[in-house]
């Protein structure tokens, strides 16, 4: 991000007091986070403490992408929603909870259905895109217009008592085809709806997926390539494993990528929920 | 030709596949296919129906085609040796040794 | 928690579905959050996320202890609160969002300082309580109280980019004194208004003391006694330390305590701030 | 008498006395105080007053209760060797062994 706003106002000094004062980050760090959009795709479990964060630190511009709306069996873990917003576009009614905590933050609702047709033209406006969605054709869909328009996508995921954490196409570090080229046969994958969810293995997840975006907005050390591992009921409760780099022959994002534009990823996965 | 220790870990819904199973701590052959040191083609492609199918009491031969495709794992498992992507240890040619700690993962996709 | 509510209505079975589905929770999962009573001191940037994801899961009764009043330095991490609690008291603050995000659960404000003098009749009413303070004198105060009434105490803590979490006073581990005799001279002690914290951090700690919450409400498998450490900026970020189990000649918890009713912390600790 | 690999770790604000380290990778005589092992003894509170505080940059020469009392460490410091509290193994006296992981913490009070 170019840093077109350099200073900051007397209400952010106050505001911000913590981060400012804090060693590695201070005012330049503050400067970065302001300067820096982020688009949240999915205001749901995950979306919902990662745009409660990122707001809540002083990121200038957050996109939050949903078309779905708030449902009771949503609030067991969707925090940034609440009772008086059943019905109501949960991008919509993120917006409004990220407005009543920091009226600073630039916020845009986009209350419709992410697909290859328009994909490419939201994320284009955005320095980093968060995947917090529930299903495998979004996230193939993410990877490759973040892979396209070069932007590092910060992917999280929960089912049950687990959770997995990724930062994709930074750094020289792996796409999400370069570890998976092929995706995972449909009778394989479970989502939320069908396998359940322990609410606040999704705040684990999302707050993990808000720290790395604004590592990654301030240029802090992120370590090697990783996958984060979380298990609510294992010991340790997390892992850290060492990625591969991105792959020379990935199909995407190698030397001679042979995908080139976003395709029919419903067809790709042979599941929808798109 | 010797035994050799090796802690199995299945994690993000593959222990449903082994009976629930999170760890196992098993017994293998320094060379199950002698005189060739054991590598993680023979847990996975051929020893996956001995080993590999009493851990998972029979689910894996019910159904193998959540665990394999061709001649290795299914499209969305992830496999880690020693906290690291095998993809840097050499898949299916890297040779198991003593101590190791083998990781099968399955990508999960909720949210 | 003796289950004396012991059936779920229609609302609940809609609300609490991901959790109903899951396996290793279930209805019976369900039914012992629904009557188990747990008080969270601190509504500040810990206590946020631990209130939150609790009343969320749904906890039947949440106590919110807190004497400040929301400040706008507190919104960089206190995301309970927003700009229109400005100058509210914490633990009122606390409670509106509670009740907005999930009616069912009985959130009771406390608007007041502890202190020797209540903390043992408070604490009582609970079967967990959660450390989500800022200052040492207090931890010393809730661990005492926390063993002479039996309670197990869900300690979690954040300064600059780390993080630390632990259960004491649990299944035969350690009590806080068990590893901490005596204080820390006070020279070394530094909360959040003097160091600084990233905001996220106390969010990914807050969410995990939730998180072991709701294992011990439900009775899941905890592991070996342990101390979990964070660190944003390390690799890995998380590291799992097994700890000591209680010690026989813990003055407090041990076989023949010295400590047998609450003192006064603030000299003890040579610090104030209680 | 040989060298032995120690990795050691400061954390929770530790890592100030010790000059911004978080991780460091030092050889120690496996025999500091001959004929005996090395221990955790000669660590913290003798080496200390060497190796420490040469990795400190002397931080620890000008504040040393920040870091030891009596000839123990301070109070709100925990030891951890290989990821387990020092306590269980031995503490002060445990002898230090190739490739042991030292971890030097100090707990946080903020929230
Ligand atoms: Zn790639
Ligand atoms: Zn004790």
Known sequence: ANLKNNDLSLDEYTRYGRQLILPGFGKSGQLKLKNTSILIVGAGGLGAPVAIYLAAAGVGKLGIIDYDTVEKSNLQRQVIHNESREGVSKAQSARMTIEELNSLCQCVAYDILLDSSNALEIIEKYDIVIDATDNVATRYLLNDACVMAGIPLVSGSALRMDGQLTIYNYKGGPCYRCLFPKPPPPESVLNCSDGGVLGVVTGVIGCLQALQAIKIATDMNGGPHNLLIFSATSYPLFRSMKLRPKKEDCALCGERPSITELIDYVQFCGSGAL | ?111
């Open chain 2, 1 to 111: 030709m010797s035994l050799i220790k090796v802690k199995l870990s299945f994690s993000g819904g593959m222990e449903l596949l082994f009976n629930n199973i999170k760890q196992k701590h098993i017994e293998i052959s320094s060379s199950i296919n002698p005189p060739n040191a054991t590598t993680m083609k023979d847990l996975v492609c051929k020893f996956n129906f001995t080993i590999l199918i009493k851990i998972s009491d029979n689910l894996l031969k019910e159904r193998p085609e959540l665990f394999m495709s061709g001649d290795t794992v299914r499209p969305g498992i992830l496999v880690l040796i020693n906290e690291t992507d095998w993809e840097l240890e050499g898949e299916l040619e890297y040779e198991i040794k003593d101590g190791d700690d083998i990781v099968f993962i399955s990508t999960l996709h909720g949210g």
